[in-house]
């Protein structure tokens, strides 16, 4: 590293006069170089005088972030992975983590980090106003790294910290791929009664499409304890329960501590563990499943509210008007980023 700093220095006046974005290009390539991943080092070294490739460098020189590098990838795939920059630019900008992550330091699970990437571009993101998608990550009981919400189980197998860019590098197998549609998580998660329930209650295609979402998908176990008072309710009725599981917003576990509105106008109340909503209180077994329009929550209980906003404020068992707010604040989350940022100027 010692080495790698010096030469670098050495050069980067001449860089300078090419831009910062430049400069980044050059610093990148060399600590990938350093770390013999030479492939993703050409792909920086060719794509990196693409303009299309700026906001990626960018983000990247402002530093504080963590990068998650494919070890995988042959010089042909990248040589290949480059001849479509588009792609490749989003491709890699979800490898990028805003805050360092170094896996020592990670929350263990089930506590994990929920960390925005720099990918927002609008052809695999839906998200509300331009916000970048998440990466979710894990230390589990191995003591590793892992990331979650991938189809394999991807893990950090080495972490090493490029100074100069204040960019920790996380090693990987293979890239990391963005949450997908909405029907792929809940399939990929074996929910589907849930899945069955919104497609018959039509309202699949609508919470697909709609930016910026938050949906409590009860198991399937959930809905079979159910099924009785499920099998009573009307078409009608049973619509309100389901939109009583979705939020038109997009709501991470670090902020479960507050009261969130569901799509009908319902109060929620959040706590670190569940979610209540009337008389009926479901606990969360697994939290901040991504999707591309937003995320997913497991609970372990249908949520049996059939109020809606107005009717829920005016009866007796909404009541969430004054005080009741839970305040509590999440394990889940609080990654705390240690961060060493050397800021470069030219001269
Ligand atoms: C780096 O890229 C950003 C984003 O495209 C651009 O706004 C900025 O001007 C570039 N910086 C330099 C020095 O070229
Ligand atoms: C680094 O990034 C994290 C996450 O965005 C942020 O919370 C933290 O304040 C940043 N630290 C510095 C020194 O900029
Ligand atoms: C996506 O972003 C591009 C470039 O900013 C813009 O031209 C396009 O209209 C956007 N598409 C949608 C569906 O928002
Ligand atoms: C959802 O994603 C799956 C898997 O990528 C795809 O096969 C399916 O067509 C998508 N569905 C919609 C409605 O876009
Ligand atoms: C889904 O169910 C299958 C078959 O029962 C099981 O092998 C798989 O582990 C389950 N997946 C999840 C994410 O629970
Ligand atoms: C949530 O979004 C849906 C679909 O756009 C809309 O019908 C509903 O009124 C919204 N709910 C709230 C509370 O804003
Ligand atoms: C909720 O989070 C707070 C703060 O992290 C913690 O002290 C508390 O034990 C958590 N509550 C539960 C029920 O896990």
Not at 34 to 59: N, Q
Not at 90 to 112: E, K, N
Request: proline share 4%; net charge negative; glycine share 8%.
């Amino acid at each position: 590293m010692k080495f790698l700093f010096g030469a670098t220095l050495l050069s980067l006046h001449f860089i300078c006069a090419y831009g910062a974005n430049a400069t980044t290009a050059s610093l990148l390539s060399d600590a990938l170089t350093s770390l013999r991943l030479t492939a993703l080092a050409t792909v920086i070294d060719v794509g990196g005088s693409d303009p299309r490739f700026a906001a990626f460098l960018e983000e990247v020189g402002a530093g504080n972030k963590t990068f998650f590098v494919p070890t995988k990838l042959t010089l042909s795939q990248g040589l290949s992975f480059i001849t479509n920059i588009p792609n490749a630019v989003r491709t890699l900008q979800y490898q990028i983590a805003h805050g360092q992550i170094f896996p020592d330091t990670a929350p263990v699970s089930p506590s994990h980090v929920v960390a925005p990437s720099v990918l927002n571009d609008n052809s695999t993101v839906f998200l509300k106003g331009g916000d970048t998608q998440l990466i979710v990550a894990t230390k589990e009981d191995d003591g590793q790294l892992h990331i979650l919400n991938q189809g394999t189980d991807l893990v950090v197998t080495q972490s090493q910290t490029v100074m100069s860019l204040g960019l920790v590098i996380n090693l990987v197998d293979t890239f990391l791929v963005p949450p997908g549609n909405l029907s792929a998580a809940l399939a990929a998660n074996n929910l589907t009664q849930f899945q069955t329930a919104l497609q018959n209650a039509g309202l699949l295609s609508s919470l697909s499409s709609q930016r910026g979402v938050t949906i409590f998908a009860p198991s399937d176990a959930a809905f079979a304890s159910a099924s009785g008072v499920l099998s009573s309710l009307s078409a009608g009725q049973l619509t309100t329960v389901l939109q009583n599981h979705v939020l038109n917003s997009t709501v991470y576990s670090p902020s479960f501590g507050t009261s969130q509105i569901s799509s009908t106008g319902q109060t929620l109340h959040m706590s670190n563990t569940s979610v209540t909503a009337g008389k009926s209180t479901a606990k969360l077994s697994q939290t901040d499943i991504g999707l591309q329009n937003g995320v997913l929550h497991i609970v372990d209980t249908v949520i049996l509210d059939q109020n809606s906003g107005p009717s829920a404020q005016s009866g007796t068992s909404g009541g969430s008007a004054n005080g009741a707010v839970l305040s509590m604040r999440l394990p889940l989350l609080a990654s705390v980023f240690g961060a060493i940022v050397a800021v470069f100027e030219c001269w």
